[in-house]
C-alpha cells in the first residue's frame, strides 16, 4: 500500500486547509486511517484516526472541534479538514493506514506516507 499525502501549505493564523490521502490499494476499506504530525524538534504525535468505514472518529484533545477526519472508500482517499488553525498545528502532517486494534498507537499502522508540510503563521 502506498499512501501520497498532500493539500498542505503555508496558512494564517485562524485559517483552514484540508489535507487528502490518497491509497494506492484495493482494499482501501480494510485498512484504518490515521493522521500524525511531527513538529520541528518534537516526536511524532497522533492527530486524528477514522475506522475502516468512517462510522468511528478518534481526535487527540488538540484538534478535537477544529479537525474533521472524514474518507471516501470510492475514491481510496482520506481527508483531514482543518479550521481555526494555530501557530502550533505547525508540522509535518503524515498519513498512515493499519489493519490493527489501537487508533492512537503509531506501532499499529503498517503504511505511511511521505508527509505534508502545514505551516501556520501568527
Known amino acids: 500500500v502506498q499512501l501520497q499525502a498532500s493539500g498542505g501549505g503555508l496558512v494564517q493564523a485562524g485559517g483552514s486547509l484540508r489535507l487528502s490521502c490518497a491509497a494506492s490499494?484495493?482494499?482501501?476499506?480494510?485498512?484504518?486511517m490515521g493522521w500524525f504530525r511531527q513538529a520541528p524538534g518534537k516526536e511524532r504525535e497522533f492527530v486524528a484516526a477514522i475506522s475502516r468505514y468512517g462510522s468511528n472518529t478518534y481526535y487527540a484533545d488538540s484538534v478535537k472541534g477544529r479537525f474533521t477526519i472524514s474518507r471516501d472508500n470510492a475514491k481510496n482517499t482520506m481527508y483531514l479538514k482543518m479550521n481555526s488553525l494555530k501557530p502550533e498545528d505547525t508540522a509535518v502532517y503524515y498519513c498512515?493506514?493499519?489493519?490493527?486494534?489501537?487508533?492512537?498507537?503509531?506501532?499499529?499502522?503498517?503504511?505511511w506516507g511521505q508527509g505534508t508540510q502545514v505551516t501556520v503563521s501568527s
Open positions: 490499494t484495493r482494499t482501501f476499506s480494510s485498512y484504518r
Open positions: 498512515a493506514a493499519g489493519s490493527l486494534s489501537g487508533a492512537v498507537d503509531m506501532g499499529k499502522y503498517d503504511y
